[in-house]
């Protein structure tokens, strides 16, 4: 029981395990118990999205579960996926900005410009290969996460430093009530 619940601690920017490119995952049921670690770390932290990298294991998968929060009601929820091997195989030539944040840059906020939807092709966590396409908020998660295996941080992609908010600024300056 005390094993399900296991959470992992998430890197911090300047650990460079978080600049590394990932490796295939080329046995389903090794990556299986780290994603499910994975998955209580994103429920226990209450994030949308979590990488392998970050919990410094150096392998393409990550998880992702949208949910609306008290600063984003309005968020567009996702069902759970966990991610193993993906590859955007197509993207939107619409882009937009949105908002966001990782729990490996802690305490900011950056607007970041993303595809507004993708076609993902990726393994499920039982093995079948899938593609799907993702539009809106999950795939913008989808996509911050895509980066973190290729040891891209969504500061990578401000347009301007401008774009960057502490949590606390974010709220008092930019968050339209
Ligand atoms: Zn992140």
């Known amino acids: 029981m005390m094993e399900r619940n296991e959470t992992l601690e998430i890197l911090e920017i300047g650990d460079p395990r978080l600049r590394q490119r990932a490796e295939y995952v080329n046995d389903i049921k ?67 900005y949105d908002w966001e944040s990782c729990f490996s840059v802690p305490g900011l906020i950056g607007l970041v410009e993303r595809h507004k939807s993708i076609l993902l092709r990726y393994i499920t966590i039982d093995g079948e290969q899938r593609e799907e396409k993702f539009e809106g908020y999950p795939a913008r998660v989808i996509q911050h996460e895509y980066d973190h295996l290729c040891g891209i941080i969504y500061l990578d992609k401000l347009k301007t430093k401008n774009h960057l908010y502490t949590a606390e600024n974010w709220i008092k300056y930019a968050l339209k009530k």
């Open 30 to 96: 090794q990556a299986r118990e780290l994603c499910r670690k994975m998955v209580s770390t994103l429920r226990h932290v209450k994030g949308d999205g979590l990488a392998a990298p970050q919990v410094g294991k150096s392998i393409r998968t990550f998880v992702v579960e949208t949910k609306k929060t008290e600063l984003f009601p309005n968020r567009q929820e996702s069902p759970l996926y966990t991610i193993i091997n993906p590859k955007i195989i197509k993207v939107s030539k619409e882009k937009e």
